[in-house]
């Protein structure tokens, strides 16, 4: 088959929308825009710069915090450093062949057993900590060849996250350090490279240390890039396209530096290409040449012109992209991309929040970034399928609490219509600090989905006993947001009244919690405009609607913790005034770590709207109800009550019809007003048999849903989110696995052990069934189902082909089920790939 674009894709986002079975619109979107994202071309580089994904071909082993004779003798004798070039395990000859051989991204945090020990609560009871220093570091490897061609070009190795302290070796030199686990950071290696040969990289990850109070893996968990360049060239994320919309026109300001790392001086210009959505040219700009001294830089600033452009929004992201050139003597020294939109995003005192001149309430939700199976070394296109599941909800917004996101979720955003809160890990002012924030302001400015800052998190002695330092680290921090970026609005997520402290710096307010303080905030601060920063922490259980105690489930209908408001509370709050802007959801996916409200055995959150795995929470259907666009119904519980004949249950409905009548075995019980922002309920004997819930509108009733009594589960179906993928190394099927009666009805309380097989062009990357409390390994190729339901992540080859999956009853499963197993075949399509640094020799 011949190759095919990722364009070629894009087109065949309607196939695959058809053959999916998920086959909705929020999907098929997703899936084209993901086709589109992904593709070779939509890489930042432009030659002559060439950018290589450097992923692949890596060696892993353990080291050891606190014993050096463990950790590759580093620190043996403190003598390390006294040389350079003389660290060995970074040079040729050095036996790795008993390390294990892997792809980034990878967390090893997820790998690890559980621990039961409190202290790791938080984190995920994952053996992760100066307390378990033999699996607290870990060391990568890697062997590449450099052309000889590449000298006199610079070469960069960049790092889109690692966690956590990094220290970064090349051929024997001791290159750098990184402390922080969530910004990207960046090494020139062009002095140290051998040019035509071998070069070996090595790099010391140390997670003794964490950046917060969740889950936040361990390891190279997001993307390496290498990136090589001229020596005269575009400075790190110093391009920035600033529109101004003025009627049916638009001038944008355009800006970047060029850096002369060689030895001469330069003399170069800068021009710029405007391309609209579609690709084609619609403005073209130039800076003056300007003589740049050896080992200097120089500012470029230029503007252009266009008309009629398209505006980029929750329902049409549309993205130009300027093409940025760094010319000299008539030949292009430098070139990068830069993808951007026009919009303009207004938060406003007394009517909310305005995008492109009209009001639109934030319908957000916060987010961790990890997810079921993989921790925090999510595959692209799972970054993209976590933000669809968001998107269906009828979420416009997400908050990337509490840390700078990975670049594949902002560009996800970009392109699904997702505005975005892009907050930063360290509030503070100290260089560490600054140094993030600057990064995440510098790296994201233009994209257009981000509406606001936020520079950090319910920081309680910034807010309280250190109110003075925290209103002066604030006004720092906040200058130089606007320094980088005038063109957004900077805050914080205060757990407080926000009358002191680092408030006195933010330009907008959010509040997280305490629907108190907003009303009595307003009346004082008329002027200022307000959010919910987070709210909610409502809890449940998937699927459980009874709390108990004994099994760490929560119900399903109310749950929330003391300091929080269920969906329904805090919405009908924030949705009924104007000035508010909408708010942010704690939290959209539940999360590793922070177990709440129960402790061991519960390893994760139980805070999500949606679970680890995205299956939808019952209340997921309420912000459906409120948010979404479309006609919605949702009936639960399910009605699977064996054993409790005559008892009362409660059946709730979330919905947005006129009205809704309830059928139990087809007798009527009532129809009921759903009242605005809210919910209707019964309470019902049960009897086997079925529930149904019609919704009317206008007297006409235009949705059902109904719950039947199943019989035990027979057969296994497996639902995938795509049925092909690319065959690009990278890419991943999700795959739902569910338990059916003999008449194919879903069985909401199965919790069958199954397990898995893949074979042919792709590999089982992890699992997971969504059960706060299941300790069962995300990597092993098994798993319960989960009130009926697990997932399973598989990833392509980068040969094009079929994968079979085969999902059958464990064998040492102690039920005695009869289970049909079932059988799914991926395709994976050959793609142009993008450009990667070549695997060679031992690490092959
Ligand atoms: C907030 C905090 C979040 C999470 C949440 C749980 O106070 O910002 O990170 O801990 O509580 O309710």
Redesign the pocket.
């Known amino acids: 088959m011949p190759p095919i674009s990722r364009r070629d894709l894009l087109s065949s986002g309607l196939a695959l929308s058809a053959s999916s079975l998920l086959a909705r619109s929020a999907w098929a979107r997703t899936a084209a825009a993901f086709a589109d994202a992904t593709n070779a071309a939509a890489l930042p580089a432009v030659a002559p710069r060439e950018q290589l994904l450097f992923d692949f071909g890596w060696k892993f082993t353990f080291g050891h915090g606190s014993d050096p004779a463990k950790d590759l003798g580093f620190g043996v004798d403190q003598g390390d450093f006294a040389k350079t070039g003389d660290f060995k395990f970074a040079k040729s000859g050095y036996d790795d062949s008993k390390w294990r051989s892997l792809n980034l991204p990878h967390d090893w945090g997820v790998e690890l057993p559980l621990v039961h020990d409190d202290e790791l609560m938080s984190h995920g009871y994952k053996p992760l900590g100066r307390r378990y220093p033999e699996t607290s570091v870990g060391w990568y490897r890697r062997e590449f060849e450099v052309p000889a061609a590449d000298k006199g070009r610079r070469t960069w190795v960049e790092f889109d996250g690692a966690f956590r302290s990094v220290i970064v070796f090349v051929n024997g030199c001791f290159i750098g350090r990184n402390d922080n686990g969530y910004a990207p950071f960046r090494f020139d290696l062009t002095d140290f490279l051998a040019y035509g040969e071998k070069n070996y990289i090595v790099l010391r990850v140390d997670a003794s240390f964490g950046d917060?109070?969740?889950y936040e893996g361990a390891g190279i968990y997001r993307h390496v890039w290498l990136t090589k360049m001229d020596a005269v060239h575009l400075g790190n994320y110093d391009s920035w396209i600033r529109p101004t919309l003025n009627g049916n026109a638009a001038t944008l300001a355009l800006a970047t530096t060029v850096k002369n790392d060689s030895a001469a001086p330069a003399n170069a210009k800068v021009t710029w290409k405007i391309l609209d959505p579609s690709g084609k040219q619609v403005a073209t700009a130039e800076a003056a040449a300007q003589s740049i001294a050896a080992d200097g830089s120089a500012n470029y600033t230029a503007t252009a012109k266009l008309s009629a452009p398209a505006l980029w929004s929750v329902d049409t992201p549309n993205l130009y992209t300027a093409i940025v050139r760094v010319e000299a003597d008539g030949k292009t020294l430098d070139a990068e991309k830069v993808t951007f939109g026009m919009r303009t995003a207004q938060f406003t005192a007394d009517k909310g929040f305005f995008l492109n001149g009209k009001p639109l309430k934030i319908q957000g939700t916060?987010n961790?970034q990890d997810h079921a199976g993989v921790g925090a070394a999510l595959p692209d296109s799972l970054q993209w399928f976590r933000l669809a599941v968001l998107r269906e909800m009828g979420g416009n917004a997400v908050r990337t609490?509490?840390n700078m996101p990975t670049p594949e979720w902002v560009e996800a955003c970009d392109r699904m219509g997702m505005m975005m809160m892009c907050e930063t890990r360290q509030m503070s002012s100290n260089p560490e600090g600054m140094a993030q924030l600057e990064e995440m302001v510098k790296r994201y400015r233009n994209s257009p989905s981000i509406i606001l800052w936020g520079i950090g998190?319910?920081e309680w002695q910034l807010q309280n006993t250190m109110s003075e330092q925290g209103a002066r680290i604030g006004a720092d921090m906040v200058r130089r947001c606007h320094e980088l970026d005038p063109t957004r609005v900077v805050s914080a997520?205060v757990?407080g009244d926000n009358e002191k402290g680092v408030s006195t710096a933010l330009d907008i307010i959010g509040f997280?919690?305490n629907l108190k303080f907003p009303d009595k905030y307003h009346a004082g601060h008329p002027k200022m405009a307000c959010y919910g920063s987070?709210t909610s922490?409502a809890i449940g259980t998937r699927g459980i609607y009874t709390t108990d105690k004994l099994r760490n489930w929560v119900n399903s209908y109310d749950g929330v913790?003391p300091?929080?408001e269920t969906a329904e509370e805090w919405w009908k709050f924030y949705g009924t005034r104007d000035w508010l802007a909408g708010g942010f959801a704690?939290?959209g996916f539940d999360y590793r770590g922070?177990p709440?409200p129960y402790k061991w055995p519960s390893i994760n959150?139980q805070?999500g709207i949606v679970d680890m795995c995205g299956f939808p929470k019952d209340n997921y259907f309420y912000y459906k109800a409120w948010w979404g666009k479309e006609p919605s119904l949702h009936l639960f519980p399910h009605w699977n009550w064996e054993g409790r004949d005559g008892e009362e249950v409660k059946v709730w409905v979330y919905a947005n019809t006129d009205e809704v009548e309830l059928f139990v075995n087809g007798k009527s019980q009532g129809s009921q007003k759903v009242p605005q922002l809210g919910h209707v309920e019964w309470k019902v004997r049960y009897e086997p048999g079925s529930i149904e819930a019609r919704g009317s509108k206008g007297g006409k009733v235009i949705l059902t849903e109904k719950r039947e009594t199943t019989g035990a589960p027979s057969q296994i179906r497996l639902t995938p989110d795509r049925t092909t993928i690319n065959a690009d190394g990278e890419d991943v099927a999700v795959i739902k696995v569910e338990a059916l009666d003999k008449e194919g009805r879903f069985v909401p309380t199965a919790d069958n052990q199954l397990s898995f097989s893949v074979s042919g062009e792709g590999r089982l990357i992890g699992v997971g069934n969504g059960d706060p409390n299941c300790q069962e390994s995300d990597k092993d190729p098994k798993r319960s189902l989960f009130n009926g339901l697990a997932q399973i992540i598989v990833q392509c080859t980068k040969h094009a082909g079929d994968i079979q999956v085969e999902a059958s009853r464990d064998p040492k499963a102690e039920d005695r089920a009869e289970l049909m197993p079932a059988k799914l075949t991926i395709t994976t399509r050959q793609v142009e790939l993008r450009p990667a640094v070549p695997v060679t020799g031992a690490h092959e």
């Open positions: 917060g109070w969740f916060c961790h609490s509490h998190n319910e997520a757990n997280n919690y987070e922490s913790v300091w929080g704690w939290t922070e709440t959150s805070f």
